[in-house]
């Protein structure tokens, strides 16, 4: 798959998933739009990729996203590919939950989606312009998560968002599809006490969990022409954990 001509904004481009996402579209030839608040991890980013520019923003600030999109289509043109990759979570029970934790998580993994992607839209159709649309949800938003209840309502948010926005987006040839990663080697992980993160291991059938880069090559194909004909699905990539239709 390449991505020539394309450009492709990746959110949450500064560490894990997102940076593997934007590292493998740079690889295969893509310019990307690489967004994030962590200023070092992003350069980082940029760094590993063959032609990348760095966009430092938080995605709770809904001001700052209208000047994201004018940013980029001045720097770069509209952009082919959106993913939205960025997200957060702190594991504790449902209990001792604190209102600001989930007002965070609300702003950051579900709001965040919509508004750049909002942003982005208003550009691309009064262009009458096409793009594929690739949010990264979890598996714990189809299935619920011990520990992680908000945080999997928020991301069961991001995959009723997908399909109801690609029903929206068909008639102009946008797609719009969802990435739910399963346990994942990304810094979130890696503060799991270690218990726990046997304990995944040990129910996962593949009996590892995934590489930041095999959930990216599963967006990229999402993202790519080969994926024309493919809009409003869910895609799990979690070595079998997840077998819930």
């Given at each position: ?45 940029v760094q ?155 129910a996962i ?6 590489k930041p ?33």
């Amino acid at each position: 798959m390449r991505f020539d001509d394309k450009v492709a904004v990746v959110t949450g481009a500064a560490s894990g998933i997102g940076r593997a996402i934007a590292v493998e579209l740079a690889h295969a030839g893509a310019t990307v739009a690489a967004v994030d608040r962590d200023e070092s991890g992003l350069t980082q980013t940029v760094q590993a990729c063959a032609n990348a520019t760095a966009h430092i923003v938080d995605l709770a600030d809904a001001a700052a996203l209208g000047t994201l999109r004018d940013d980029v289509v001045a720097a770069h043109g509209l952009p082919d590919v959106i993913v939205n990759a960025a997200g957060f979570d702190r594991v504790e029970p449902f209990m001792s939950n604190d209102d600001a934790l989930w007002q965070a998580l609300v702003a950051v993994n579900f709001l965040g989606p919509v508004r750049l992607t909002h942003a982005f839209l208003e550009s691309i159709l009064a262009r009458e312009a096409t793009a594929k649309i690739v949010n990264i949800a979890s598996d714990a938003g189809r299935v619920g998560s011990l520990g992680e209840t908000v945080y999997a309502g928020t991301k069961g948010g991001v995959i009723a968002f997908t399909k109801s926005l690609a029903r929206e987006m068909a008639r102009h040839q946008i797609n719009v599809n969802c990435v739910c990663p399963g346990p994942t080697d990304t810094p979130l992980l890696a503060s799991l006490p270690d218990k726990v993160r046997q304990g995944l291991i040990r129910a996962i059938p593949f009996g590892r969990i995934a590489k930041p880069e095999e959930v990216a090559k599963a967006v990229l194909f999402l993202a790519s022409d080969d994926a024309s004909f493919i809009t409003g699905q869910v895609l799990s990539v979690s070595g079998g954990l997840t077998m819930a239709g």
